[in-house]
């Protein structure tokens, strides 16, 4: 259907132009089709133009055109290519994949038009207005083009929903004129001034053309009206179809347009050949009523032949007759409900020399040649002839006319609903009843006003009556409830159509976004997105929230009208409900694998709302680049990226923050170590596979919502660095060392930091250091750099947590990070543990093999000397003692106080397994750890609160044990090793003499028990 610019007193021009360009063209690819659609926005493209990103990405987006569904060409690419299936595969899959292509290409269009229509304009825009009715003339040639495509196998029922969903747009395209500010303002300008320029001598086109313009309301009911009868006109049989039955039994024959009743004519001219009568039969002539019959009934047949004998003389016609009559009526019908000009209705008359029937038609009104092709000179003539609208009115209420379509007609034609119900069919037949009842009923108020000012006692301003909504809302309600109208209230689009033409936008969208929610927790498809609704809606809404067609025209129509300023008061009311029908289009642009079309259509939901749209989708989207785009087409449509990030976090982490911040004290189950060895010398070391293995999916999914927060800017870094620091604190206390691993290898502090705000955070007041690789003989030598002593001085105390400073500088910033920073330190000491402890368990067991033992020996000093520079920052005195609160507090203290002893055990064991395997040296650092950690009070009241001093003075007798008998075999070159062979501990500054002490033979065993 073409739009409508404005209310015309010569009707509707033709409605079909878009289709038939479309249809006619026989364009062969896409960009030929969509060209005059391009050509149309041009003229718009100045104040519209301005996001066209989409456009700039072609490219992109038809990559995406296969994902749309995943997996549909495997069958075919894993068949041979000489495979005799080949084909017949092919053959069977091909239908199914030109529907997705269409879809596909569908759903792209409607992103593209909807990408150039700049909402952010007020409502009282004027050109805001008028590129809303060019987005929805472009949206009605996009359901043409998706119809062209259709092919001739699939289901009348789809090629019927695409007519009907292009019908709407233009629909809702003509009404939306008809309220526009421009229309409004000038129905105002006409009320007070058109009325005054009538006169007694004034045509009817004249006054039916100042009524139109003076009357907004009639305005929509004659665009209703005129959109009912050209769906009637396109979508209906032909007349002759539906008269088929009607004339069979009239038993005319095929061609042959004999006018009139011949039948009863016939049975007229035997009663005057018996009679020998030349003058007219009456009803008294005598005996006629037993002659002159019908030979069925007995009942009397007419004596003459007028149009409305049968009335008058209670009489009644031959059956073929009658049946001739009612196929005539039910063709007048037909013909009021298509919108058929006079140019059209005169010639079908004609030819069957009934031309009475046109006259009715044309109200005896007078002639008027600008509105020959008018459907609308049935009413405008009621200006001049009141007499006529009189006996319509009377005839639609006579109980002796039977036929339904009869009466209907002069229903119609005087605008008696009751009488025009009896020939409905169809919901649209029942609007097209009501529409032009209240339309008729608004002219003959005008008629009123205009009778009143020709005897000077009205004012030249006309007051129309309100809109009469209630009484067409009152109608939807009953349609969907009536049983001959139920299953059709059902069907795809119709919920939409009345919603449109009764104006119930508010309820509608809101019941549509409360049957979305229903649905989605039902089927599961895009239940992430939006929360069950506790409110119940309508049957028939829950049927169109599950239609995919339905969910794309609700989302576009509702975002058009809201930016049109149309749902202020519903959006104030229901945001939540009305955003579920966009969120319920998202979450199909999700499934379908439309991922660069999201970003457009989260910006139209509200900031939170959108922010936990995106953070529930984009937690799926692995690959780098295509993160990267994301987040640019995030930027386009200016939605703030670190918001989304943080909603990436918080909704894959929800369970966890709720434990979190339900945290009480207590003990940390999760162990590192075990203990090895055998009897009092045994030594506590990392357990076998400590942090391989595969991740969970749950895992996965908390570590894949942290990898965001490179896209985060330095005014939010403090969120990013505490989401991380969560996490980390979840691993800890639920002991995930797999997850940990994962999260320390693909959120670096580092790396993070620098691709986010620039800076490597790691180091907060200098760059990093540079790393040396030490030569191969360099490894080979046992050297020992001697361990830094612990910072004794603790930072000064902050009035306010790090989080909460302001600033985007290096060093605040990485106090910002402080925790992330410790907490990363601590899971890569345990990774270095368990490094170490794979590379000892390997050495261990290749002992007896020289060959393979050298390469474990060096192996062994990498992962140490790694180990010992990994293990450094736990010495610090202020490691994880810098909590933003309480609750913080009781967390951090109790990772220190688990994690800290494990790991120094283990750190411990490490170095007395290296003094074994690789150098005695390694064994005086055991009595620098314990230098350490008897000076870092930090260290020493881990040990205590937990509970573990006794394992750590255990572990160091064990390592002073094994020092003394080093000492002592290297001092005599015991064990059958020369003095001259055995290797000196090489000391560096800093390694202390006192440790070089000899282990007599008359010394008995070291009593562990007697330490206790």
Same mark, same amino acid.
């Given at each position: 259907?073409?739009?409508?610019?404005?209310?015309?007193?010569?009707?509707?021009?033709?409605?079909?132009?878009?289709?038939?360009?479309?249809?006619?063209?026989?364009?062969?690819?896409?960009?030929?089709?969509?060209?005059?659609?391009?050509?149309?926005?041009?003229?718009?493209?100045?104040?519209?133009?301005?996001?066209?990103?989409?456009?700039?990405?072609?490219?992109?987006?038809?990559?995406?055109?296969?994902?749309?569904?995943?997996?549909?060409?495997?069958?075919?690419?894993?068949?041979?290519?000489?495979?005799?299936?080949?084909?017949?595969?092919?053959?069977?899959?091909?239908?199914?994949?030109?529907?997705?292509?269409?879809?596909?290409?569908?759903?792209?269009?409607?992103?593209?038009?909807?990408?150039?229509?700049?909402?952010?304009?007020?409502?009282?825009?004027?050109?805001?207005?008028?590129?809303?009715?060019?987005?929805?003339?472009?949206?009605?040639?996009?359901?043409?083009?998706?119809?062209?495509?259709?092919?001739?196998?699939?289901?009348?029922?789809?090629?019927?929903?695409?007519?009907?969903?292009?019908?709407?747009?233009?629909?809702?395209?003509?009404?939306?004129?008809?309220?526009?500010?421009?229309?409004?303002?000038?129905?105002?300008?006409?009320?007070?001034?058109?009325?005054?320029?009538?006169?007694?001598?004034?045509?009817?086109?004249?006054?039916?053309?100042?009524?139109?313009?003076?009357?907004?309301?009639?305005?929509?009911?004659?665009?209703?009206?005129?959109?009912?009868?050209?769906?009637?006109?396109?979508?209906?049989?032909?007349?002759?179809?539906?008269?088929?039955?009607?004339?069979?039994?009239?038993?005319?024959?095929?061609?042959?347009?004999?006018?009139?009743?011949?039948?009863?004519?016939?049975?007229?001219?035997?009663?005057?050949?018996?009679?020998?009568?030349?003058?007219?039969?009456?009803?008294?002539?005598?005996?006629?009523?037993?002659?002159?019959?019908?030979?069925?009934?007995?009942?009397?047949?007419?004596?003459?032949?007028?149009?409305?004998?049968?009335?008058?003389?209670?009489?009644?016609?031959?059956?073929?007759?009658?049946?001739?009559?009612?196929?005539?009526?039910?063709?007048?019908?037909?013909?009021?409900?298509?919108?058929?000009?006079?140019?059209?209705?005169?010639?079908?008359?004609?030819?069957?020399?009934?031309?009475?029937?046109?006259?009715?038609?044309?109200?005896?009104?007078?002639?008027?040649?600008?509105?020959?092709?008018?459907?609308?000179?049935?009413?405008?003539?009621?200006?001049?002839?009141?007499?006529?609208?009189?006996?319509?009115?009377?005839?639609?209420?006579?109980?002796?006319?039977?036929?339904?379509?009869?009466?209907?007609?002069?229903?119609?034609?005087?605008?008696?609903?009751?009488?025009?119900?009896?020939?409905?069919?169809?919901?649209?037949?029942?609007?097209?009843?009501?529409?032009?009842?209240?339309?008729?009923?608004?002219?003959?108020?005008?008629?009123?006003?205009?009778?009143?000012?020709?005897?000077?006692?009205?004012?030249?301003?006309?007051?129309?009556?309100?809109?009469?909504?209630?009484?067409?809302?009152?109608?939807?309600?009953?349609?969907?409830?009536?049983?001959?109208?139920?299953?059709?209230?059902?069907?795809?689009?119709?919920?939409?159509?009345?919603?449109?033409?009764?104006?119930?936008?508010?309820?509608?969208?809101?019941?549509?976004?409360?049957?979305?929610?229903?649905?989605?927790?039902?089927?599961?498809?895009?239940?992430?997105?939006?929360?069950?609704?506790?409110?119940?809606?309508?049957?028939?809404?829950?049927?169109?929230?599950?239609?995919?067609?339905?969910?794309?025209?609700?989302?576009?129509?509702?975002?058009?009208?809201?930016?049109?300023?149309?749902?202020?008061?519903?959006?104030? &009311?229901?945001?939540?409900?009305?955003?579920?029908? =966009?969120? #319920?289009? !998202?979450? %199909? @642009?999700?499934?379908? /694998? $439309?991922?660069?079309?999201?970003?457009?259509?989260?910006?139209?939901?509200?900031?939170?709302?959108?922010?936990?749209?995106?953070?529930?989708?984009?937690?799926?989207?692995?690959?780098?680049?295509?993160?990267?785009?994301?987040?640019?087409?995030?930027?386009?449509?200016?939605?703030?990226?670190?918001?989304?990030?943080?909603?990436?976090?918080?909704?894959?982490?929800?369970?966890?923050?709720? &434990?979190?911040?339900?945290?009480?004290?207590?003990? =940390?189950? #999760?162990? !590192?170590? %075990? @203990?090895?060895?055998? /009897? $009092?010398?045994?030594?506590?070391?990392?357990?076998?596979?400590?942090?391989?293995?595969?991740?969970?999916?749950?895992?996965?999914?908390?570590?894949?919502?942290?990898?965001?927060?490179?896209?985060?800017?330095?005014?939010?870094?403090?969120?990013?660095?505490?989401?991380?620091?969560?996490?980390?604190?979840?691993?800890?206390?639920?002991?995930?060392?797999?997850?940990?691993?994962?999260?320390?290898?693909?959120?670096?502090?580092?790396?993070?930091?620098?691709? #986010?705000?620039?800076?490597? @955070?790691?180091?907060?007041?200098?760059?990093?250091?540079?790393?040396?690789?030490?030569?191969?003989?360099?490894?080979?030598?046992?050297?020992?750099?001697?361990?830094?002593?612990?910072?004794?001085?603790?930072?000064?105390?902050?009035?306010?947590?790090?989080?909460?400073?302001?600033?985007?500088?290096?060093?605040?910033?990485?106090?910002?990070?402080?925790?992330?920073?410790?907490?990363?330190?601590?899971?890569?000491?345990?990774?270095?543990?368990?490094?170490?402890?794979?590379?000892?368990?390997?050495?261990?067991?290749?002992?007896?093999?020289?060959?393979?033992?050298?390469?474990?020996?060096?192996?062994?000093?990498?992962?140490?000397?790694?180990?010992?520079?990994?293990?450094?920052?736990?010495?610090?005195?202020?490691?994880?003692?810098?909590?933003?609160?309480?609750?913080?507090?009781?967390?951090?203290?109790?990772?220190?106080?688990?994690?800290?002893?494990?790991?120094?055990?283990?750190?411990?064991?490490?170095?007395?397994?290296?003094?074994?395997?690789?150098?005695?040296?390694?064994?005086?650092?055991?009595?620098?750890?314990?230098?350490?950690?008897?000076?870092?009070?930090?260290?020493?009241?881990?040990?205590?609160?937990?509970?573990?001093?006794?394992?750590?003075?255990?572990?160091?007798?064990?390592?002073?044990?094994?020092?003394?008998?080093?000492?002592?075999?290297?001092?005599?070159?015991?064990?059958?090793?020369?003095?001259?062979?055995?290797?000196?501990?090489?000391?560096?500054?800093?390694?202390?003499?006192?440790?070089?002490?000899?282990?007599?033979?008359?010394?008995?065993?070291?009593?562990?028990?007697?330490?206790?």
């Amino acid at each position: 259907m073409a739009p409508i610019t404005r209310s015309s007193v010569h009707g509707r021009q033709s409605q079909l132009d878009n289709r038939r360009i479309v249809e006619e063209s026989h364009m062969p690819d896409e960009d030929q089709e969509m060209a005059g659609q391009d050509e149309e926005m041009s003229v718009h493209e100045g104040a519209t133009n301005q996001n066209n990103f989409l456009l700039t990405q072609q490219d992109v987006t038809n990559s995406t055109t296969l994902e749309t569904q995943p997996g549909s060409n495997m069958l075919i690419d894993t068949l041979d290519a000489q495979s005799p299936f080949r084909s017949s595969a092919q053959e069977m899959l091909r239908p199914l994949q030109d529907t997705a292509d269409r879809v596909s290409r569908q759903v792209e269009e409607f992103a593209k038009a909807l990408d150039r229509f700049v909402s952010t304009r007020e409502p009282t825009d004027e050109s805001l207005w008028e590129d809303a009715l060019v987005l929805l003339e472009r949206y009605s040639k996009i359901a043409d083009i998706q119809k062209s495509r259709t092919t001739t196998e699939e289901s009348a029922g789809e090629l019927e929903k695409t007519q009907l969903e292009s019908d709407l747009w233009i629909l809702v395209r003509n009404l939306l004129y008809c309220n526009s500010p421009p229309s409004l303002n000038d129905a105002q300008i006409a009320r007070e001034s058109r009325l005054g320029g009538l006169h007694r001598y004034s045509s009817n086109v004249e006054i039916w053309t100042a009524f139109l313009d003076s009357d907004a309301a009639a305005q929509e009911y004659e665009t209703i009206l005129a959109w009912l009868q050209e769906r009637a006109s396109e979508t209906s049989p032909p007349i002759e179809d539906c008269t088929r039955s009607l004339a069979e039994k009239s038993e005319r024959g095929d061609g042959i347009w004999s006018a009139g009743p011949i039948f009863t004519q016939a049975a007229i001219k035997q009663q005057k050949r018996t009679r020998v009568w030349s003058l007219p039969l009456e009803p008294s002539n005598p005996g006629l009523n037993r002659t002159h019959v019908r030979k069925g009934d007995q009942k009397p047949l007419v004596a003459q032949l007028d149009p409305d004998a049968p009335t008058r003389e209670s009489a009644v016609l031959q059956e073929q007759d009658e049946f001739h009559e009612q196929a005539a009526w039910q063709t007048y019908w037909e013909m009021l409900r298509r919108g058929y000009n006079n140019s059209q209705i005169q010639p079908w008359f004609a030819e069957r020399k009934e031309v009475w029937r046109y006259a009715t038609i044309c109200s005896c009104g007078p002639h008027a040649e600008q509105m020959e092709n008018s459907p609308w000179l049935r009413i405008l003539n009621l200006a001049s002839n009141s007499e006529w609208l009189k006996r319509c009115e009377v005839l639609a209420q006579n109980p002796a006319i039977q036929d339904q379509f009869q009466k209907a007609v002069y229903g119609i034609l005087c605008g008696d609903v009751g009488a025009s119900k009896s020939a409905t069919r169809t919901i649209d037949d029942s609007l097209f009843s009501i529409f032009n009842s209240l339309l008729i009923q608004r002219y003959q108020h005008y008629l009123q006003a205009y009778r009143k000012r020709l005897t000077g006692t009205a004012t030249t301003e006309y007051r129309p009556q309100p809109p009469s909504t209630a009484e067409v809302q009152q109608y939807v309600a009953l349609a969907r409830t009536n049983p001959t109208t139920k299953d059709e209230s059902q069907e795809p689009h119709k919920l939409m159509e009345l919603a449109i033409v009764s104006k119930d936008f508010d309820n509608f969208f809101v019941n549509m976004g409360r049957a979305a929610a229903r649905i989605a927790h039902t089927t599961g498809q895009g239940s992430h997105l939006m929360t069950r609704s506790e409110t119940e809606s309508s049957e028939v809404a829950k049927l169109n929230a599950q239609d995919q067609d339905c969910v794309r025209m609700v989302a576009h129509l509702q975002l058009l009208l809201r930016s049109l300023g149309l749902l202020r008061s519903s959006y104030d &009311e229901h945001e939540y409900e009305l955003e579920n029908n =966009i969120a #319920a289009y !998202i979450g %199909l @642009l999700e499934n379908w /694998g $439309k991922w660069l079309l999201i970003p457009l259509y989260a910006s139209k939901l509200s900031k939170k709302r959108s922010y936990h749209v995106l953070g529930a989708i984009l937690i799926n989207v692995t690959d780098r680049r295509e993160r990267d785009l994301q987040v640019k087409l995030m930027k386009q449509y200016k939605i703030n990226v670190s918001e989304v990030t943080y909603g990436i976090f918080s909704l894959a982490n929800y369970s966890d923050l709720q &434990e979190l911040r339900r945290y009480k004290h207590g003990p =940390i189950p #999760a162990k !590192i170590t %075990l @203990l090895g060895g055998s /009897g $009092k010398l045994a030594q506590y070391k990392i357990r076998p596979s400590l942090m391989t293995g595969e991740v969970t999916e749950a895992d996965e999914k908390a570590v894949r919502s942290v990898e965001w927060i490179r896209y985060v800017d330095a005014e939010n870094w403090g969120a990013a660095a505490w989401s991380v620091a969560v996490l980390y604190k979840v691993f800890l206390i639920e002991g995930k060392f797999i997850a940990m691993r994962q999260l320390l290898d693909r959120v670096r502090l580092s790396e993070m930091s620098l691709a #986010a705000v620039g800076m490597n @955070l790691y180091f907060a007041d200098a760059d990093p250091p540079i790393n040396t690789v030490e030569s191969e003989a360099e490894m080979d030598e046992d050297r020992v750099t001697p361990m830094s002593s612990p910072t004794r001085r603790r930072k000064a105390a902050n009035s306010d947590h790090p989080l909460l400073r302001a600033g985007t500088d290096r060093q605040t910033l990485a106090l910002k990070s402080l925790i992330w920073k410790q907490l990363e330190q601590l899971v890569a000491a345990i990774d270095a543990l368990d490094i170490f402890q794979e590379v000892a368990d390997g050495l261990e067991q290749h002992r007896t093999n020289p060959s393979v033992a050298r390469n474990y020996k060096r192996d062994l000093k990498r992962a140490l000397e790694q180990l010992r520079q990994d293990m450094l920052p736990l010495f610090d005195n202020d490691f994880l003692c810098l909590p933003q609160d309480d609750m913080e507090a009781v967390v951090l203290n109790d990772i220190r106080n688990h994690y800290i002893p494990e790991c120094i055990l283990a750190y411990n064991s490490a170095l007395w397994f290296a003094g074994h395997f690789s150098s005695r040296a390694w064994l005086v650092e055991c009595m620098t750890l314990a230098q350490v950690v008897a000076e870092t009070p930090m260290l020493t009241n881990a040990f205590v609160e937990s509970g573990r001093m006794k394992e750590l003075v255990r572990a160091f007798a064990v390592d002073s044990q094994a020092l003394l008998q080093a000492t002592e075999q290297g001092a005599s070159g015991g064990a059958g090793v020369s003095a001259s062979r055995a290797k000196k501990i090489k000391t560096d500054k800093g390694n202390a003499d006192i440790w070089k002490v000899s282990w007599k033979e008359e010394t008995g065993p070291l009593d562990l028990d007697a330490m206790d």
